[in-house]
């Protein structure tokens, strides 16, 4: 099971009881006893990668923790935060919305043929090609040498 995979499912129990069940915070168990009752078939999961999965939850803003420090919250209820429980009822699990993020910024990649519009030009700017720029180029270098080399 990925770590992904894992997020969504905790997002899943957290949301059933605090949203559906209409429960605060309090009526969900201590976030170490949730992951011990999620991963119980899961052999390879121990307390160091249970405290890691929160660590990752709350640095993306998906849960609250209800206590004075990080290493506190690990023995205390989570709940889900307001942005969390948002889109949770809109696509109904995570690995969904990261799909929908990843596909949101995804970059639009325009054909190399494609010329700028008219107007995605900048107002007020000349539109020179290459070449002319080097000729200016070349002019200004040859007219400051003529100005100061000249005698």
Known sequence: MTTN?????????LFDRQVRKQADFTGVPAYNELCRELFAELPGM????????????VS???????????SDAYSEPVSLTPETI????????????LDYMQEKHRPIIADEDDEPDVD??????????????????VAAVIAVWVMFYRN
Request: without cysteine; glycine residues 2%; hydrophobic residues 45%.
């Open 120 to 137: 995605e030009k900048s107002p007020g700017r000349v539109w020179l090609p290459a070449w002319a720029k080097i000729v200016i180029l």
């Open 5 to 13: 995979q894992q997020i969504d499912r905790i997002i899943n129990v």
């Open 46 to 57: 121990n307390e160091q990668q249970f405290r890691n999965l929160l660590f990752i939850l």
């Open 86 to 97: 948002a889109w949770y009822e809109q696509f109904r699990s995570y690995l969904a919305y």
């Open 60 to 70: 993306k803003k998906i849960v609250n923790i209800h206590s004075n420090t990080l």
